[in-house]
T-cell receptor, first 112, second 113 residues
Framework: GQQLNQSPQSMFIQEGEDVSMNCTSSSIFNTWLWYKQDPGEGPVLLIA?????ELTSNGRLTAQFGITRKDSFLNISASIPSDVGIYFCAGQNHQAGTALIFGKGTTLSVSS | DSGVTQTPKHLITATGQRVTLRCSPR?????VYWYQQSLDQGLQFLIHYYNGEERAKGNILERFSAQQFPDLHSELNLSSLELGDSALYFC????????????FGSGTQLSVL
């Protein structure tokens, strides 16, 4: 079945640094989503991508849908303490009729 | 607040028991999805209902079942519980049937002792 490989598994950074994480798939997706999960809460949608090559920003967050349709990355600029959490990528292939598949997450820690 | 309501927030029960988790989707959303989150498996898709009908099944055990009622709320029933069923169970909703832009509830933490 479809698999999403998300890396890195965890990151420890200083406040103010930029962060980059990515997701790769064994098959093609036509939707990529990025979520953030805080402790004790459900995942919250950050950015949605619908077209290969699409680059979308949401404040300090920027995500891109890879040209091959098998990967996506998320960048966070000038990190702040409230960026701490688990970031998940999720992808779906509408034509294949499959469910939204999630990566295993990147845990981000920010020290001030 | 995502607008998706899940109850209860915590549930502690014993092996062999049966529990019911409840979810109310966002106003206007017709789809409800159930996901299981455990430390080693991440977020695993269980089942999807759209406007009262089962739309897709994922890695849902036969001991688990779900339904979506006419008022669009959904219940996930877990029976013959085992220690390994301990996990966070999330409900999510979306407007249509195509999964995109899922909005998640805060989850039910199930502990099977």
């Amino acid at each position: 079945g479809q698999q999403l490989n998300q890396s890195p598994q965890s990151m420890f950074i200083q406040e103010g640094e930029d962060v980059s994480m990515n997701c790769t798939s064994s098959s093609i997706f036509n939707t990529w989503l990025w979520y953030k999960q805080d402790p004790g809460e459900g995942p919250v949608l950050l950015i949605a991508l619908y077209k290969a090559g699409e680059l979308t920003s949401n404040g300090r967050l920027t995500a891109q849908f890879g040209i091959t349709r098998k990967d996506s990355f998320l960048n966070i600029s000038a990190s702040i303490p409230s960026d701490v959490g688990i970031y998940f990528c999720a992808g779906q292939n509408h034509q294949a009729g499959t469910a939204l598949i999630f990566g295993k997450g990147t845990t981000l820690s920010v020290s001030s | 607040d995502s607008g998706v309501t899940q109850t209860p927030k915590h549930l502690i029960t014993a092996t062999g028991q049966r529990v019911t988790l409840r979810c109310s989707p966002r106003s206007g959303d017709l789809s409800v999805y159930w996901y299981q989150q455990s430390l080693d498996q991440g977020l695993q898709f269980l089942i999807h209902y759209y406007n009262g009908e089962e739309r897709a099944k994922g890695n849902i055990l036969e001991r688990f079942s779900a339904q979506q009622f006419p008022d669009l709320h959904s219940e996930l029933n877990l029976s013959s519980l085992e220690l390994g069923d301990s996990a966070l169970y999330f409900c999510a909703s979306s407007v249509g049937a195509d999964y995109e832009k899922l909005f998640f509830g805060s989850g039910t933490q199930l502990s099977v002792l």
